[in-house]
C-alpha cells in the first residue's frame, strides 16, 4: 500500500520555528511536495523537493531524505497567518498522493 | 499560474441523485485531476482527466459512480451518480504547473475553489 503520515496537529507561537515532518511509504516517487490550506480555501504549493537537501524559499523551508523516505517543512518566524492546514505529497509520475495533513495553530 | 473556476460552489442534493460538476481553466493543460476532501481530511485523488482519451481512476472509485468528461483542454466535468450521504464531501479539481522549456513544474498543482456537496 502507499502511506504518508504526518502529526495530525501542531501548535506553536508567533516568532517562533515549527517543523511538520513526513514519512512516506510509496510504489513510486518522484519528489515530495508541500501544500498549505487554509479553512475553507483550496490548497496552494510551496515548495518541491526531486533530490535530497534543503530547498529554502523565504520563511519556508523543505527537506527530503530518499534513503529514509522522510521530508520535512519548516516554517519560521511564525505568523497568525500561517494558521492552517499542511499537506506532504509524493509527486508519482504525473499525479500527487497526499498525506495525513497537519494542522498548525499559531498563538500570540 | 493558472486560474481554475469550479460551478456550482455548494450544492445540497438528494440521495439517488446525480450532480455534475464544473471544472474551467484559463489555459491549455494537458492532465486535469478531481480529487475528494471531507472536511478535516486529506485529498484523495479521484481520477485523472486526459483530453481525447477516458479518464484513469484510482482504486476505490470507478467510472460508473464518477463519469468524468474532458470534451477540450481547458474544460472537464466530474458527475457524482446515485449519490448518498457517504458522497458529502468537497470535490475539487487541479491541473498541473506551467511549463517551462517544454517541461512541467513537477510537484506543483494548482487547485480549484472546490465544490462542497452535502446529500441529505
Known amino acids: 500500500g502507499q502511506s504518508l503520515e504526518q502529526p495530525s496537529e501542531v501548535t506553536a507561537v508567533e516568532g517562533a520555528i515549527v517543523q511538520i515532518n513526513c514519512t512516506y511509504q510509496?510504489?513510486?516517487?518522484?519528489?515530495l511536495s508541500w501544500y498549505q490550506q487554509h479553512d475553507g480555501g483550496a490548497p496552494t504549493f510551496l515548495s518541491y523537493?526531486?533530490?535530497?537537501g534543503l530547498e529554502e524559499t523565504g520563511r519556508f523551508s523543505s527537506f527530503l531524505s530518499r534513503s529514509d523516505s522522510y521530508g520535512y517543512l519548516l516554517l519560521q518566524e511564525l505568523q497568525m497567518k500561517d494558521s492552517a492546514s499542511y499537506f506532504c505529497?509524493?509527486?508519482?509520475?504525473?499525479?500527487?498522493?497526499f498525506g495525513t495533513g497537519t494542522r498548525l495553530q499559531v498563538f500570540p | 499560474s493558472a486560474v481554475i473556476s469550479q460551478k456550482p460552489s455548494r450544492d445540497i442534493c438528494q440521495r439517488g441523485t446525480s450532480l455534475t460538476i464544473q471544472c474551467q481553466v484559463d489555459?491549455?493543460?494537458?492532465?486535469m485531476f478531481w480529487y475528494r476532501q471531507q472536511p478535516g481530511q486529506s485529498l484523495t485523488l479521484i481520477a485523472t482527466?486526459?483530453?481525447?482519451?477516458?479518464?484513469?481512476?484510482e482504486s476505490g472509485f470507478v467510472i460508473d459512480k464518477f463519469p468524468i468528461s474532458r470534451p477540450n483542454l481547458t474544460f472537464s466535468t466530474l458527475t457524482v451518480s446515485n449519490m448518498s450521504p457517504e458522497d458529502s464531501s468537497i470535490y475539487l479539481c487541479?491541473?498541473?504547473?506551467?511549463?517551462?522549456?517544454?517541461?512541467?513544474?513537477?510537484?506543483?498543482?494548482?487547485f480549484g475553489p472546490g465544490t462542497r456537496l452535502t446529500v441529505t
Open positions: 505529497a509524493v509527486n508519482n509520475t504525473d499525479k500527487l498522493i
Open positions: 523537493n526531486a533530490l535530497d
Open positions: 489555459s491549455q493543460v494537458t492532465m
Open positions: 482527466a486526459n483530453q481525447g482519451s477516458e479518464a484513469t481512476y
Open positions: 510509496t510504489s513510486g516517487f518522484y519528489g
Open positions: 487541479s491541473v498541473g504547473g506551467p511549463r517551462t522549456s517544454g517541461s512541467a513544474i513537477q510537484g506543483e498543482q494548482y
